[in-house]
């Protein structure tokens, strides 16, 4: 089977034209004549003859011409797929994510998919959910309460938990006040966290970052104490850190978010390496 061939045939049968059918597929006007040429010689049939300017499928080109339509539909699926391939997947997300479970993701990618290509916007949750509804993202991870933002997309979340952390050579066994660390006011899970524990737990806030990484620096070097989601702490080991769990009234996810007819290759990777995570439960919701 020669697809050239069969290429030519089915641009001929479609414009009714071997002129139009050169020009569209860059060939002369000869060579369309010599490619179907060699596809009845290569059938052993006629498949096509002209009829007052209008070209008339043969029965055996009739069939020829329904295999050539499902190659075809094939190879431009082929096509997309190949240039889905090729395109780079825009990832936004926020500050506390982009430097600890979005590099942890987009690192096992790398190792497995290394042709992979990404491009990650960090912006708040808001700004995100606006790039994405003007398609200048192709997924969104977020960590925040459950979103009710999901009418249009494939929501997919998994519920974290959070500790305190402490370096273990400034604890105090039992304190009576705690000096902490936290994130800055605009995060979600540090509001949560200090309306239902600032009182009976006596807090005063040390500092405030933005980012959990520059929190878990200054851990090492002071005595006081952050309220984190585990996946930050994951890393302090238990032999430096206390690590003690601290529920929140108020659940709190890990959740990605896409349309789904953006869906290609590239984004079913990472689709299939969070349902994989060994941390979490990752569901799906359409």
Known sequence: MNFIYLQSFYHVVLTNSYS??????GYSQSNISYHIHKLEEQYGRELLFKRKEKIVL????ELVFTFAQSLMKEHHKLLNQLEQENEVLRIGTIES???????TYLSKLRRLYPEMKFRVSV???QTLFDLLA???????????EMTTNTMNYVHLYAEETFELVTHKKNMVDHPESYEMILTDNKC????????QYRSSMNISIALELANPEDIKRLLFSG?????????????????DFTHSPLPLNRPFYLQWLFADEK???????????LLEDPYYEVKIKK
Do not use: H, W
Request: aromatic share 8%; charged share 30%; no cysteine.
């Open 20 to 25: 139009k059918t050169a020009n569209q597929l």
């Open 58 to 61: 043969t029965k055996a080109g």
């Open 97 to 103: 994510l982009s430097s600890s479970l979005m590099v």
């Open 123 to 125: 912006e708040d949750e």
């Open 134 to 144: 003007k398609d200048e993202l192709d997924l969104i991870f977020i960590f925040d």
């Open 188 to 195: 979600s899970y540090r509001k949560a966290f200090l309306e």
């Open 223 to 239: 005595n006081e104490t952050a309220f984190l989601p585990k996946y930050a702490t994951r890393d302090l080991s238990l032999q």
């Open 263 to 273: 869906k290609n290759s590239q984004l079913d990777k990472l689709i299939s390496l």
